[in-house]
Nanobody
Framework: VQLQASGGGLVQAGGSLRLSCAAS????????MGWFRQAPGKEREFVAH????????YYADSVKGRFTIARDNAKNTMYLQMNSLKLEDTAVYSC????????????WGQGTQVTVSS
């Protein structure tokens, strides 16, 4: 399984960005997909995840109400719509996949930089 994140960039605070994560290879083995981020000097943190079959979603409290995760199974692509961006959202965002609803994320893609400026 290969995952490729894209869509990052520089945006002013209050603005929006949409990230994409394209999956390839044995995509049928991916049940749950998620987004994580890592800011400079900080540990990687969970952002959101979405299930394959029922589309159930879960968000970190820090992004709830501002970010929306979605996936298009036909295109093997996951999205993260980020609105009302804050300075503290600046980080490298990575996408990941897990083989089951309660499984750990074992497939990882390279990240995409999101920089929010004042």
């Amino acid at each position: 399984v290969q995952l490729q994140a894209s869509g990052g960039g520089l945006v002013q605070a209050g603005g929006s960005l949409r990230l994409s994560c394209a999956a390839s290879g044995r995509t049928a083995s991916i049940y749950k997909m998620g987004w994580f981020r890592q800011a400079p000097g900080k540990e990687r943190e969970f952002v959101a995840h979405i299930g394959r079959s029922d589309g159930s979603t879960y968000y970190a409290d820090s992004v709830k109400g501002r970010f929306t995760i979605a996936r298009d199974n036909a295109k093997n692509t996951m999205y993260l719509q980020m609105n009302s961006l804050k300075l503290e959202d600046t980080a490298v965002y990575s996408c990941a996949g897990a083989p089951g609803a309660t499984a750990r994320f074992i497939y990882w893609g390279q990240g995409t930089q999101v920089t929010v400026s004042s």
